[in-house]
């Protein structure tokens, strides 16, 4: 067994197996206003992530620290690649899903679903059959802060795109703020934050969980997996072993497959989403309000590419 590190807090012996004594939070760079969807580049060595309110998508690496990658970035907010290594992002002004093809050239993949406008497509994911899918919030659309007022056309859904034919179909439409999701190891379950509707008193925040049809075309089941707090769920990744890392109020909540919470790393401030790289892929990058930190772990992601 192993002792945990000071930065992180330990519930159970199962998240002792998956911290280092001798690894300690690191702070990689500050000073944006709220940095959003990292996501690993290993081929470049190299973190990409959002800093949504100053419109930008920055790079970050270990040899010359953080640029500029794409500004203006169409308030991009959650990131992925696909299954050719290609970026995908969720922009909210612009109310739609681009990938960034090899030749730097841009494609918008989807902006519509049954007829309407999407509304700001938050976060992303790609299934191993290439399949994306998507959250679609209203949260973009609420203020100028991260993307401008718009009017919203459709309620907010759990979104399906097929990027070869461009069918998108809707997987599931009881969500009142769908956001961060992530598939199981096997991919047969499909986690997904309910961080509630915007504004209201009492807002409905947990993660779901789905199990995922055989031929990956439809979800069923739904019920809650687990409540974060202090906080809510926003974004979140799972290792090899299938225990999700979530961001939460007071750093990154580390559940496991039953549901349990075994172990926090602990944050100075509120982390918002995060994704394992680096070698190995066992480098915990995290955005947390106007910082970006990392922490070396003792697990590896489940996320590919």
């Known amino acids: 067994m192993t002792t945990p590190s000071p930065c992180t807090e330990s519930y159970d012996t199962r998240f002792d197996q998956l911290v280092l004594f001798n690894a300690e939070l690191e702070l990689l760079a500050d000073g944006f206003r709220w940095v959003e969807g990292p996501v690993w580049f290993g081929d470049h060595n190299c973190l990409l992530f959002s800093d949504i309110p100053n419109n930008r998508t920055l790079r970050w690496s270990e040899q010359h620290g953080v640029s500029s990658f794409l500004q203006p970035s169409e308030f991009a907010n959650g990131q992925t690649r696909d299954r050719e290594g290609r970026l995908i992002q969720c922009h909210h002004r612009s109310r739609c899903l681009t990938r960034l093809e090899h030749n730097g050239s841009s494609t918008t993949l989807v902006s519509q679903a049954r007829g309407q406008r999407l509304n700001a497509p938050n976060d992303v994911v790609v299934k191993r059959d290439g399949s994306i899918w998507f959250s679609d919030p209203l949260y973009g659309l609420m203020n100028d802060y991260e993307g401008g007022r718009q009017p919203s056309e459709q309620p907010p859904a759990l979104y399906r795109l ?55 075309l439809s979800l069923s089941g739904g019920e809650i997996f687990h409540k974060i707090t202090p906080g809510w769920a926003d974004g979140f990744r799972v290792d090899e072993h299938g225990n999700i890392w979530c961001g939460a109020a007071d750093g990154v909540h580390c559940i496991a497959p039953d549901g349990t919470l075994i172990g926090k790393v602990l944050v100075p401030k509120r982390v918002s989403n995060l994704c394992f790289g680096d070698r190995f892929h066992s480098r915990l990058f995290l955005c947390a309000s106007t910082v970006l930190y990392a922490l070396f772990t003792n697990t590896r992601g489940a996320q590919t590419p």
């Open 162 to 216: 097929d990027p070869n034919t461009g069918a998108i179909e809707a997987m599931a439409s009881d969500f009142d703020g769908p956001n961060g999701l992530a598939f199981s190891p096997d991919e047969r379950k499909l986690y997904v934050a309910e961080s509630g509707a915007p504004g209201v008193a009492e807002p409905r925040q947990y993660i779901r969980v789905f199990d995922v049809a055989a031929d990956g």
